[in-house]
C-alpha cells in the first residue's frame, strides 16, 4: 500500500473516531474526549506518514511518536 492510501486510511479512521466522541460528548465527558484524543492521534500519525513516508506502529502522543512529532513536523513547520 502506498503513502498516500495509507494516509487516507488513517484520515478516515479519525473522522470516524471524531464522529464517534461527537455523538456522545453531551452524555459522556470521558469516553469522548478518549475519542478525540485517539482522533487528534491518527492526525498526526497521517501528518507523520505524508511528511517523511514512516509508519510508526503506535500513535501515543505522549511517547517517542509524540516526541518525533513536536521535535520534527511542529518545529519545522512554525514560524516565527
Known amino acids: 500500500m502506498g503513502n498516500l492510501e495509507t494516509v487516507q486510511e488513517y484520515l478516515?479512521?479519525?473522522?470516524?473516531?471524531?464522529?464517534?466522541?461527537?455523538?456522545?460528548?453531551?452524555k459522556e465527558y470521558n469516553p469522548a474526549a478518549f475519542n478525540a484524543l485517539h482522533a487528534?492521534?491518527?492526525?498526526?500519525?497521517?501528518?507523520?506518514?505524508?511528511k517523511t513516508g514512516e509508519t510508526y506502529q503506535t500513535h501515543r502522543i505522549g511517547g517517542a511518536f509524540g516526541k518525533y512529532f513536536r521535535e520534527n513536523l511542529v518545529r519545522n513547520s512554525v514560524k516565527s
Not at 478516515?12 to 453531551?26: G, H, P, T
Open 40 to 50: 487528534i492521534e491518527l492526525l498526526a500519525k497521517a501528518a507523520i506518514k505524508l
Open 12 to 26: 478516515i479512521s479519525a473522522n470516524e473516531w471524531l464522529s464517534a466522541a461527537k455523538r456522545v460528548q453531551d
